[in-house]
């Protein structure tokens, strides 16, 4: 009904929420890198340098957020509240918070509007929107190695990367061993860590269960077995 009152006014206050609360964390997330916290700071939750997430403390989180900012960049653009390279600068801020996050889960959202921004073309109202978007995918991907360049002389980085994917591949693995176990009806819904436990014998100890295989399809299987599962998996595909 406010839509067909007032068209776009919702969606205009909606993404100015959004880009403003974008921006602000962008600004904590400088000062997490920076190491700047203080004591009389005490609205700013604490963060180290690696992976700074704003107030949001999870860097997952803060980079789909961020992700957010940019589609109200592009709204205020295409509504023309904003010049297009204007648009272009406040895009290129908050990939760099972005990049800040090292969040897998952004780089995937990203490839996708990159992808889908080229698939879609035709439909753009300029080709400079197509150029735009492929030169800020080139800054973006510059920004992640600068960083990874820059945390490389700390070593904290690489250390938690590697340490982070390898623990993944860890659970990936037991989790398809255990979906090789009860293929037909799975675990239950929201119990991976009983599919962890159920082969946890015959793997390294991971120290800790997890509510979550980290991928979505393996999930999805494991909840609820293959043959319901992979209807779930390729209804949400189609």
Known sequence: ?????????????????????????????????????????????????????????????????????????????????????????????LLWGVALTSSRTAWLGLSLVVLGTVYWRARLPSRKVLWLVLGLAAYFVCCVVILAWLNSGTGEASVVSGASMRVRLQIWQMSLQALGDKPWWGFGWDQTYMAQL????????????????????????????????????????Y
């Open 1 to 93: 009904r406010w839509e067909t009152v007032a068209p776009g006014q919702g969606l205009d206050g909606l993404f100015t929420t959004f880009g403003v609360v974008a921006f602000l964390t962008l600004a904590v997330q400088c000062v997490q890198w920076l190491e700047r916290i203080g004591p009389s700071d005490w609205w700013m939750v604490w963060s180290g340098p690696q992976r700074p997430a704003g107030n949001f403390a999870q860097p997952n989180n803060a980079a789909t957020f961020l992700c957010w900012g940019l589609c109200a960049v592009a709204w205020a653009a295409a509504r023309r509240r904003i010049g297009f390279w204007v648009g272009g600068a406040l895009g290129a801020c």
């Open 198 to 237: 159920a082969v946890a014998d015959q793997y390294p100890p991971l120290h800790q269960y997890f509510n979550s295989a980290h991928n979505l399809v393996l999930d999805l299987l494991l909840w609820n077995g293959l043959p319901l599962g992979a209807l779930f998996v390729l209804g949400g595909g």
